[in-house]
């Protein structure tokens, strides 16, 4: 019994050192892991994770089919495998696209080599427009007057942007309150801002499919999710039954927001270089020592 346990184990380890690991299947490994980690974080988010419990239920049918020899069932399976990839295809068709979408817009390339550095320093907007919108969007909210603001970030908007009437105006709070307001020619559907500029209003936007979205939200909660899940713009909601305040971002609908949280969210999207802001500091240090020194 000692010398086959033995035997076993010497067998065991030639059969290891005979393996040779070279560096590419080490990377293979990781490259592979990857994948199915973003192909599982991928399906989490979307309703696909709900048809793939589904999908785990077919399985286990199938495996209790072989294992009481149900050999009709099994027949059928087998000649119905041949369309499951289609049948995937088809009923996945709106997640793989956004995935695909999404993909596109990582920039994993740029984010890797930094190609032009210019471009990230310079933000998309400037602080006055954060105020601009921030005093805006809370004016209409006092007066619960229904509003939906789209900002474009790296994903263009020009197929919604057609959809509205061009504007090409320079964002101000008043420019905001005065289109947004009740029987105005303009109040009807989105605005789409990109920089420091409404670029478009009456624009319509894409509705989510999103079963997981509460069952009170309007229209424009769910447009704002809509053009979130296709693009990485930053949609701002004022509700015109509660007056309150909501953003949208990647899907997912950030809710009665304070003014702090929506400068947060606008802060972010401004992208501004943190490089950048230190070389701000350091040259005013700079300028301040200069001064003291002609002093």
Not at 23 to 37: P, R
Not at 84 to 97: K, S
Request: glycine fraction near 6%.
């Amino acid at each position: 019994m000692q010398n086959s346990v033995t035997d076993l184990i010497d067998k065991y380890m030639k059969t290891l050192s005979s393996l040779q690991i070279r560096g590419s299947d080490i990377a293979e490994v990781i490259i592979l892991a990857f994948l199915l980690y973003q192909v599982l974080a991928w399906m989490k988010r979307t309703r696909a994770w709900s048809l793939l419990k589904g999908f785990w239920v077919i399985l286990l049918f199938i495996f209790l089919a072989w294992f009481f020899r149900l050999n009709n069932i099994l027949w059928l399976v087998q000649n119905a495998f041949s369309l499951g990839i289609t049948v995937l295809i088809i009923v996945f068709q709106p997640e793989l696209r956004r995935a695909l979408e999404q993909l596109g817009q990582q920039n994993i390339l740029s984010s890797m080599f930094n190609l032009d550095g210019s471009k990230e320093n310079a933000a998309r907007f400037s602080d006055k427009t954060v105020n601009e919108l921030i005093k805006a969007v809370y004016e209409m909210a006092k007066v619960k007057t229904g509003a939906l603001i789209v900002i474009e970030k790296n994903t263009p908007l020009q197929e919604y942007e057609r959809t509205g009437i061009t504007l090409d105006s320079l964002l101000s709070s008043q420019l905001l309150i005065n289109i947004f307001e009740h029987n105005t020619p303009l109040h009807d559907g989105a605005v789409i801002m990109r920089g420091d500029r409404v670029v478009s209003a009456t624009c319509y936007l894409p509705l989510s499919d999103n079963m997981f979205l509460s069952k009170d939200l309007g229209t424009r909660h769910r447009a704002a999710v809509g053009v979130s899940e296709v693009t990485d713009s930053l949609t701002i909601v004022v509700s015109e039954e509660t007056g309150k305040v909501s953003a949208a971002l990647d899907g997912k609908l950030m809710r009665d927001l304070t003014e702090k949280q929506l400068r947060e969210q606008l802060v972010n999207a401004q992208n501004k270089s943190q490089d950048a802001g230190r070389f701000k500091l350091w040259k005013g240090r700079v300028k301040k020592h200069a001064e003291n020194a002609d002093q």
